[in-house]
Each structure stands twice: as structure tokens, then as C-alpha cells.
């Protein structure tokens, strides 16, 4: 497991489990369109999104919780929106950004989750370059009515320019793996003290960025057990092709 993430260094197969190493993903094809000509702008005046936004199973489930009006009645849905595209926009992650006055009577876990599922989707939107048609029927999947895909398609508009921006001033360059470290964390219970007994691994990564002039710096995610397959799968195909291609 660690040989596999060490021999490739191919940071963009991250994008389901953590949304800022998610986002030096998105930069790198947000790049690739301006270094084709065509602006952001522009490209989104010539076609629409042809694109079907697949979001992971944990991701839905955040998004679900978003839509019950018994969680988040529309006043504090439209606040946790906002918040959930400025903490993208600011310079580092801060862990304050959830401590609002609307949120207090939601459990931390959970607001946690929802921030975590909405923010992975505005930058799926962004990477795929979605329309309103292709946004409203993903969010439409996970329940949400009409008035909540407004207050998050508006949102969305008002800053689509400056995540784009901000997206490609990261650089192309991908992240290189120097080393990884995990540990496995045992949910008992959340904060209704219900049981949930649900294990999740913690992963640690240690990364040189060349666009930054070799700096490392360490980058941390959870997932469950699925999604953490599912990345194993995937570094496992990204091997066998390397492999190949190194033999062409």
C-alpha cells in the first residue's frame, strides 16, 4: 500500500476523499483549458456541461442531510452555503469557519460531514465545468427542492469566477508523494450519544510541491473502509498503467 503511493506521486486520484487536496486536482484541468485558449468564460457561452457530476456515496449522504429541512431550515441552509464557498476561497483552512450562531444547535459531526460533501461538490461543479441543468439535477438526485438548488446555483454564480481564479493560479504541477502514514480511528458513538460503531482510517501525506519551490508540507484525510478500497483500486490501475507505459 505505501509502495503503491510512493512509485506514483499522482496526487489527483484523491479527489473523493479530501476537498483541499481535491483542490490542487482541479487546478490542473481548470490549466488545461486555458492553455488550450479557451477562457473559462468563454467555454461556458460555446457548450454546455456535458458532464454527469458523480459524487461518492458519503458525499450523497452529506448532501441529503443539507436538503432535510428538520436539520437545516432554509435560513440556515443559505448561511451554510455561503460559508461552505468562502472557506474555499480563504488563504488557509479555518477550523472556525463552522462556528457560526445558526449552527449551534447542530451536531458537530454532522455539520462537519455536510461541509466537508458540499464543499467536494461546488469543486466537482468547477472541475466539470457544470451548467445549471447538469448542477440542478445532481443536487436534485440528493433531494434538494427547488428553492435550495436556487440559493445554491446563486451562490455558485457569484463565486464560480474567483474559485476558477483562484484554481489556476496553484500551477500545473501535480503534488509528488514523499511518504505516507495511517492510522485507524473506531467511531463508538456521535454527539446524540447513539451508537455507530463505525471504524475510519486517518491518512497522513507527506508532499513536495514544485510550484512552490520543493517545499513539503503534510496533507490529512479520513475515509471508511469503502472509500479507502476504492482509492487502493484505483492506485492499483494507475500502477499497471504506468507499468505499460514505461514498457511502450
Given at each position: 500500500?505505501?509502495?503503491?503511493?510512493?512509485?506514483?506521486?499522482?496526487?489527483?486520484?484523491?479527489?473523493?476523499?479530501?476537498?483541499?487536496?481535491?483542490?490542487?486536482?482541479?487546478?490542473?484541468?481548470?490549466?488545461?483549458?486555458?492553455?488550450?485558449?479557451?477562457?473559462?468564460?468563454?467555454?461556458?457561452?460555446?457548450?454546455?456541461?456535458?458532464?454527469?457530476?458523480?459524487?461518492?456515496?458519503?458525499?450523497q449522504r452529506g448532501l441529503?442531510?443539507?436538503?432535510?429541512?428538520?436539520?437545516?431550515?432554509?435560513?440556515?441552509?443559505?448561511?451554510?452555503?455561503?460559508?461552505?464557498?468562502?472557506?474555499?476561497?480563504?488563504?488557509?483552512?479555518?477550523?472556525?469557519?463552522?462556528?457560526?450562531?445558526?449552527?449551534?444547535?447542530?451536531?458537530?459531526?454532522?455539520?462537519?460531514?455536510?461541509?466537508?460533501?458540499?464543499?467536494?461538490?461546488?469543486?466537482?461543479?468547477?472541475?466539470?465545468?457544470?451548467?445549471?441543468?447538469?448542477?440542478?439535477?445532481?443536487?436534485?438526485?440528493?433531494?434538494?427542492?427547488?428553492?435550495?438548488?436556487?440559493?445554491?446555483?446563486?451562490?455558485?454564480?457569484?463565486?464560480?469566477?474567483?474559485l476558477e481564479t483562484l484554481?489556476?493560479?496553484?500551477?500545473?504541477?501535480?503534488?509528488?508523494?514523499?511518504?505516507?502514514?495511517?492510522?485507524?480511528?473506531?467511531?463508538?458513538?456521535?454527539?446524540?450519544?447513539?451508537?455507530?460503531?463505525?471504524?475510519?482510517?486517518?491518512?497522513?501525506?507527506?508532499?513536495?510541491?514544485?510550484?512552490?519551490?520543493?517545499?513539503?508540507?503534510?496533507?490529512?484525510?479520513?475515509?471508511?473502509?469503502?472509500?479507502?478500497?476504492?482509492?487502493?483500486?484505483?492506485?492499483?490501475?494507475?500502477?499497471?498503467?504506468?507499468?505499460?507505459?514505461?514498457?511502450?
Amino acid at each position: 500500500f505505501s509502495h503503491v503511493f510512493f512509485q506514483l506521486g499522482l496526487c489527483w486520484y484523491f479527489v473523493k476523499v479530501d476537498v483541499f487536496f481535491y483542490l490542487a486536482a482541479v487546478a490542473n484541468e481548470c490549466c488545461v483549458c486555458c492553455f488550450a485558449g479557451v477562457s473559462a468564460g468563454a467555454s461556458r457561452d460555446m457548450a454546455h456541461s456535458s458532464f454527469k457530476m458523480e459524487l461518492s456515496e458519503s458525499v450523497q449522504r452529506g448532501l441529503q442531510s443539507l436538503a432535510d429541512p428538520l436539520l437545516f431550515d432554509l435560513k440556515t441552509f443559505s448561511v451554510f452555503i455561503e460559508v461552505a464557498f468562502r472557506s474555499l476561497l480563504t488563504a488557509h483552512a479555518d477550523s472556525t469557519v463552522l462556528d457560526q450562531p445558526e449552527f449551534k444547535r447542530i451536531d458537530q459531526m454532522l455539520l462537519k460531514h455536510c461541509h466537508t460533501a458540499a464543499t467536494t461538490c461546488i469543486l466537482e461543479g468547477i472541475k466539470q465545468n457544470a451548467d445549471k441543468s447538469t448542477i440542478s439535477s445532481c443536487l436534485e438526485d440528493v433531494r434538494f427542492d427547488a428553492e435550495r438548488i436556487e440559493v445554491y446555483y446563486s451562490s455558485y454564480q457569484k463565486h464560480r469566477s474567483d474559485l476558477e481564479t483562484l484554481l489556476s493560479s496553484i500551477g500545473r504541477c501535480p503534488l509528488h508523494v514523499n511518504d505516507v502514514s495511517w492510522r485507524l480511528e473506531y467511531r463508538i458513538k456521535n454527539g446524540h450519544l447513539h451508537k455507530v460503531n463505525e471504524p475510519s482510517y486517518l491518512i497522513s501525506l507527506n508532499v513536495e510541491n514544485a510550484n512552490n519551490g520543493g517545499s513539503s508540507d503534510d496533507l490529512h484525510f479520513s475515509c471508511t473502509m469503502e472509500q479507502l478500497q476504492d482509492l487502493v483500486g484505483k492506485m492499483k490501475d494507475a500502477a499497471k498503467s504506468l507499468e505499460k507505459a514505461t514498457q511502450l
